[in-house]
């Protein structure tokens, strides 16, 4: 489609360029500009007006942007020239590149003479694997670049230039300033996609951005662990290698952030021990996820399994992994994400015999395929009705109490329940 609305552009006198990373990933891994590929392009030379009169014969486009116009139209995303008095149709190509941010990601290809305009050794650049500004204002003009930049040279295995590194360094307080949700979305491209977001991490940190963003991350660096349980170190080296553990195709964003913040309350447990650090644990990241994200349903699940990532461990070392405790767990956590937590907790570490715990995951999950279908409560409220009861207060804790006998394998019918409720009417007021 680029072709055909490129021919349109030139026949008004204008240029269209594909621009960003569908010319830089064609010249670092050959990967062809198709019409399957989201595909940055920009335009010289014409209206606002034009442009929108040519894209009604392609079909339906969207405008969005509030400070700049961007058109979306199937797989393309169009942007116009600007200055910072905003749009300029009659920019030159030199000025416009400077509003791109590192020089891998200013090239300008013409796909109707096959030619790329490279003004700043763009493909230089991606031969040596580093990354250098084009312009340092306005690559600073969106500070959500200075997170950015550390995503791609993590997802791409490339170094920082040492110029960029100390603008990156020197600003990335700046960071503070953008929309939650634009500082989440970097964030979860590094936890869910990247192959070692532990790399990531150590960038992040060497340009002072987990002392910004993750401050008691950052803190826990100083927190040194059993050498004969932890022989890799402190808490921050541990939680960076659990996060390597999970392939990509394992993770999803509840499990990478859990096991991101499920030491963090080691920082004011350290001198009990760390008795009590999940709870810890679990507060402090209530306390701070907010200014990542409000997905309340992330939140509940994430907070769920920093508090009970050790549960799996306590349960093997007390001798009760079995089929009650097993559903008593299940009720408050999600087994199968849990033991996820877990296998990356206790692979994330430098000890080198783990298969104790290993074949604890194994043992685990086998009882909960067992017990799974056994977790839905026998008795309900309609039960209760039947039996003579009234709707009221009492209903929540009769039903809580013989949920509890269920789980408890106490009884396996309604009418077991029923016999016990004659029985223990006393017990369940008190």
Same mark, same amino acid.
């Given at each position: 489609?680029?072709?055909?609305?490129?021919?349109?552009?030139?026949?008004?006198?204008?240029?269209?360029?594909?621009? /960003? /990373?569908?010319?830089?990933? $064609?010249?670092?891994?050959?990967?062809?500009?198709?019409?399957?590929?989201?595909?940055?392009?920009?335009?010289?030379?014409?209206?606002?007006?034009?442009?929108?009169?040519?894209?009604?014969?392609?079909?339906?486009?969207?405008?969005?942007?509030?400070?700049?116009?961007?058109?979306?139209?199937?797989?393309?995303?169009?942007?116009?020239?600007?200055?910072?008095? /905003? $749009?300029?149709?009659?920019?030159?190509?030199?000025?416009?590149?400077?509003?791109?941010?590192?020089?891998?990601?200013?090239?300008?290809?013409?796909?109707?003479?096959?030619?790329?305009?490279?003004?700043?050794?763009?493909?230089?650049?991606?031969?040596?694997?580093?990354?250098?500004?084009?312009?340092?204002?306005?690559?600073?003009?969106?500070?959500?670049?200075?997170?950015?930049?550390?995503?791609?040279?993590?997802?791409?295995?490339?170094?920082?230039?040492?110029?960029?590194?100390?603008?990156?360094?020197?600003?990335?307080?700046?960071?503070?300033?953008?929309?939650?949700?634009?500082?989440?979305?970097?964030?979860?491209?590094?936890?869910?996609?990247?192959?070692?977001?532990?790399?990531?991490?150590?960038?992040?940190?060497?340009?002072?951005?987990?002392?910004?963003?993750?401050?008691?991350?950052?803190?826990? +660096?100083?927190?040194?662990?059993?050498?004969?349980?932890?022989?890799?170190?402190?808490?921050?080296?541990?939680?960076?290698?659990?996060?390597?553990?999970?392939?990509?195709?394992?993770?999803?964003?509840?499990?990478?952030?859990?096991?991101?913040?499920?030491?963090?309350?080691?920082?004011?447990?350290?001198?009990?021990?760390?008795?009590?650090?999940?709870?810890?644990?679990?507060?402090?990241?209530?306390?701070?996820?907010?200014?990542?994200?409000?997905?309340?349903?992330?939140?509940?699940?994430?907070?769920?399994?920093? $508090?009970?990532?050790?549960?799996?461990?306590?349960?093997?070392?007390?001798?009760?992994?079995?089929?009650?405790?097993?559903?008593?767990?299940?009720?408050?956590?999600?087994?199968?994400?849990?033991?996820?937590?877990?296998?990356?907790?206790?692979?994330?570490?430098?000890?080198?015999?783990?298969?104790?715990?290993?074949?604890?995951?194994?043992?685990?999950?086998?009882?909960?395929?067992?017990? +799974?279908?056994?977790?839905?409560?026998?008795?309900?409220?309609?039960?209760?009705?039947?039996?003579?009861?009234?709707?009221?207060?009492?209903?929540?804790?009769?039903?809580?109490?013989?949920?509890?006998?269920?789980?408890?394998? +106490?009884?396996?019918?309604?009418?077991?329940?029923?016999?016990?409720?004659?029985?223990?009417?006393?017990?369940?007021?008190?």
């Amino acid at each position: 489609m680029y072709i055909e609305l490129a021919k349109e552009i030139k026949k008004i006198n204008g240029c269209l360029y594909i621009v /960003g /990373g569908a010319v830089r990933d $064609f010249f670092l891994y050959n990967k062809p500009m198709d019409e399957n590929s989201n595909i940055d392009i920009e335009i010289l030379g014409v209206s606002p007006e034009q442009i929108e009169k040519i894209l009604n014969n392609f079909g339906r486009w969207k405008l969005v942007g509030t400070l700049y116009k961007v058109y979306l139209i199937n797989n393309l995303e169009i942007t116009l020239p600007r200055d910072e008095n /905003g $749009f300029n149709p009659s920019l030159k190509i030199e000025t416009s590149i400077l509003n791109r941010d590192l020089t891998i990601n200013s090239l300008y290809y013409n796909p109707l003479t096959d030619q790329t305009i490279d003004l700043y050794r763009g493909k230089l650049d991606l031969e040596n694997k580093v990354l250098y500004y084009v312009d340092r204002e306005t690559f600073l003009e969106d500070p959500l670049r200075l997170f950015r930049t550390i995503e791609l040279a993590g997802r791409l295995d490339f170094e920082l230039s040492e110029d960029l590194k100390k603008l990156i360094s020197t600003n990335f307080h700046l960071i503070q300033s953008i929309p939650k949700e634009r500082i989440m979305g970097e964030l979860e491209k590094i936890l869910l996609n990247h192959k070692k977001p532990s790399k990531t991490f150590r960038l992040l940190d060497d340009t002072g951005g987990v002392e910004i963003l993750f401050p008691n991350l950052y803190r826990s +660096k100083k927190v040194i662990q059993d050498k004969i349980f932890h022989p890799e170190g402190d808490v921050f080296t541990h939680t960076l290698m659990t996060l390597d553990v999970l392939k990509p195709s394992e993770r999803t964003i509840e499990l990478m952030i859990a096991l991101l913040f499920h030491d963090i309350g080691k920082n004011i447990t350290q001198d009990t021990h760390f008795k009590g650090h999940t709870k810890a644990s679990r507060d402090m990241f209530l306390d701070l996820i907010d200014k990542f994200t409000n997905n309340k349903k992330l939140i509940s699940s994430a907070a769920d399994l920093i $508090f009970y990532h050790v549960s799996p461990l306590i349960l093997m070392l007390n001798n009760k992994v079995n089929k009650v405790t097993i559903r008593k767990l299940a009720v408050k956590v999600s087994i199968p994400k849990l033991l996820k937590v877990y296998e990356a907790d206790v692979l994330g570490r430098g000890r080198l015999d783990n298969s104790e715990e290993l074949e604890n995951i194994k043992k685990i999950d086998s009882i909960y395929h067992e017990i +799974k279908d056994d977790l839905t409560p026998l008795v309900n409220g309609r039960h209760l009705l039947s039996w003579g009861y009234k709707s009221g207060k009492e209903f929540k804790k009769i039903l809580n109490y013989l949920y509890r006998l269920q789980l408890e394998e +106490k009884f396996v019918s309604v009418e077991e329940a029923r016999e016990i409720i004659r029985c223990r009417e006393p017990k369940i007021k008190n």
